[in-house]
């Protein structure tokens, strides 16, 4: 591995690889990583039809196949596959920011009312339900529609649309190519938040970097948000399963020798391949139908205690994906299958993706933190088409195993502690919150620091928690 | 790939005295079971699925699902049963502490027992969303003993 610059390290291709391996790290952050990243993502060079480099965000930590936090693209023309293992089982997970004009003062005189009463709301945790029960044909319609369909059945409003990836709606979907478990596994899980590192989290902006992006976000000092953090439930988890065992046992007879069995996948231009895209993208619509639902929840709770709460959308980008996107490629724009698992998409200035109003700074990419600790705000960069076709980190990424975390914390104790900083915790798992103690995490300071000066994305605001609610 | 070891005191099975233990995966967690047999092997890697989410110690066996499953090798057959589990789980509201398994010609047929969620006696840490292909494996280990293993996506 050699070094180019301050925050870009190269593994040039060696054996099955077909292309470099990329990391974008400090020296820090890159000792922190566990070796099985490099191997990991050496592996994903070697897929057939890779485009450029595989690449690892600062966040990166081992996965599934691919790295948590690996981005790579694929080209149908070229024999390129599309891979389970590279978007996960959490499809379409993501996070999104809704801003409002009430301060954090507002929200700390009602915080206790408030963290009650989003808590009460919200579904989360292993066993929770959403109100929603879905027949077959409105479960087909959610796939197909996405945000627009939970917005038709009166979850928020039209406004809100604008400002999610494909307007809400992913085009390409297939329910015919879900399974019946996939199916069951919706029944009762649709506006629910789920348990682990979901969250549903008031906030406030704490600082801002970049005044101009701020205010076309409107991010105003001072005011609250609110960010969401949550997937495609148990329905992206039951088609991950699914077409990962598929995958698996398919490889052979699509040529596929693979360096390891979770890297599985198949050549876009398969029948398995097909379907597994057209399911895929079904999960990202159930997906942004969860959270618009939990926003509409969310909205209620706050006007209940806070009745002037806007609460409207900035954005919402999902970090577990495989989109179609053109990509400039030696001077010439090509159709790639661009796979994202815990990473972010980050379009610079002008891109025509990014809604109108803030288009001119490119677009938002919203960085989750780990309980207590802060989240980020950051905007697109010119520079990450060329340097990681326009993806940027997720997240903290963990720096200890759960059981470490228990060995180390007790949950009770981290609620308290947090408590005496001004953060409310609410969940129904004290050991779950003990797994998820902010310690447990890498600096999420670090990682976005290092994606701004990498070139990924820029700072624009960093929010510090006031309430969180976790599964 | 051994640290964070939290083995086995959990119920005894009809397989014998437990012999399951977790192991550590950066972001989320692995499970592996022992047995004489890789059907107990089995068994005790849904004891320690259970481990994932709640003391199976503290999970009744008040209920009992079928579950039939059928795979190209043995390491898939684990991966089929887990994820099942995992799908009667979810749906059902389920936890399981007890597993009877019966392996022949690359099928599974098994027995699970365990009850419905109860929030505050099981405290539930997390929920699993399935069981993974990566360090996937079912071996006979230098003893004599079998081996199920995998790590979850928590």
Same mark, same amino acid.
């Given at each position: 591995m050699h070094r180019e610059g301050d925050y870009r390290w190269v593994i040039e291709p060696t054996g099955a690889m077909r292309v470099p391996a990329v990391l974008y790290a400090d020296e820090q952050l890159l000792d922190d990583m566990d070796d099985k990243v490099r191997w990991q993502l050496c592996n994903v060079a070697s897929l057939p039809g890779i485009v450029g480099a595989a690449y690892a965000m600062p966040d990166a930590h081992w996965g599934y !196949? $691919?790295? #948590?936090g690996g981005v790579a693209a694929f080209d149908a023309d070229a024999g390129g596959v599309v891979s389970a293992g590279g978007v !996960? $089982? @959490? #499809? =379409?997970c993501g996070v999104r920011t809704l801003v409002s004009k009430c301060t954090r003062e507002d929200v700390i005189g009602v915080q206790e009312r408030l963290a009650h009463e989003l808590a009460r709301t919200i579904p989360a945790g292993v066993g929770s339900t959403g109100r929603l029960r879905l027949s077959d044909p409105e479960m087909d319609a959610m796939l197909e529609g996405g945000a627009r369909w939970a917005v038709a059945q009166g $979850? !928020? =409003? /039209? @406004? @809100?649309? /604008?400002? #999610?990836?494909e307007q809400g709606c992913i085009a390409g979907a297939d329910p015919r190519a879900l399974s019946q478990r996939a199916r069951e596994r919706q029944r009762e899980e649709m506006g629910t938040l789920g348990s682990g590192n979901h969250y549903l989290e008031v906030q406030w902006v704490a600082e801002v970097f970049d005044r101009a992006a701020a205010a076309a976000y409107a991010l105003e000092p001072g005011c609250v948000v609110v960010s969401i953090h949550c997937g495609s439930r148990g329905l992206g988890h039951q088609v991950g399963t699914d077409y990962l065992r598929d995958m698996a046992i398919a490889a052979p007879s699509h040529g596929l020798h693979l360096p390891d069995r979770e890297l599985a996948c198949a050549p876009i231009r398969s029948g398995l391949g097909q379907r597994y895209l057209g399911a895929m993208r079904a999960a990202m619509n159930c997906a942004l139908a969860n959270r618009q639902i939990l926003t509409h929840l969310c909205r209620e709770s706050f006007r209940r205690i806070l009745p002037g709460f806007d609460g409207s959308l900035l954005y919402d980008v999902s970090h577990n994906i495989c989109k179609e996107e053109l990509h400039d490629v030696g001077g010439r724009k090509r159709r790639l299958h661009v796979h994202r698992k815990g990473a972010t998409r980050a379009f610079g200035p002008g891109h025509e993706a990014v809604p109108e109003a803030m288009r001119e700074h490119g677009q938002p990419v919203l960085i989750g933190g780990s309980m207590g600790t802060a989240s980020y705000v950051l905007a697109g960069a010119a520079s990450a088409e060329g340097l990681s076709w326009s993806s940027a980190c997720h997240g903290a990424g963990r720096s200890m195993s759960r059981h470490q975390a228990t060995r180390q914390w007790h949950g009770r104790k981290v609620v308290d502690e947090l408590a005496a900083r001004g953060i409310l915790i609410r969940s129904p798992s004290l050991r779950g919150v003990a797994e998820e103690a902010p310690g447990a995490y890498k600096s999420v300071d670090r990682v976005v620091d290092v994606a701004g000066k990498a070139g990924l994305a820029r700072k624009v605001a960093r929010l510090e928690p006031l309430i969180c609610v976790k599964g | 790939m051994t640290s964070g070891r939290a083995r086995a005191p959990g119920p005894v099975t009809e397989a014998g005295t437990a012999d399951w233990e977790h192991f550590a995966h950066g972001a989320d967690i692995g499970v592996r079971g022992r047995g004489a047999s890789p059907a107990q092997a089995f068994e005790q890697a849904g004891i320690a699925l259970t481990a994932v989410v709640t003391q199976p110690a503290n999970v009744r066996q008040a209920t009992t699902v079928a579950i039939r499953c059928r795979a190209p090798d043995l390491e898939l057959l684990l991966y089929e049963w887990l994820n099942s589990l995992v799908f009667h789980m979810a749906t059902q509201h389920l936890l399981f502490s007890g597993f009877s398994v019966r392996l022949a010609g690359g099928e599974l047929e098994a027995e699970a027992r365990g009850e419905r969620v109860d929030v505050e006696r099981h405290a539930p840490a997390v929920e699993v969303k399935g069981a993974t292909l990566t360090e996937l494996a079912v071996r006979q280990d230098d003893d004599g003993r079998w081996c199920a293993q995998c790590v979850l996506d928590v």
């Open positions: !196949g $691919f790295p #948590i !996960g $089982f @959490d #499809i =379409s $979850f !928020g =409003s /039209a @406004d @809100d649309l /604008a400002h #999610i990836e | -």
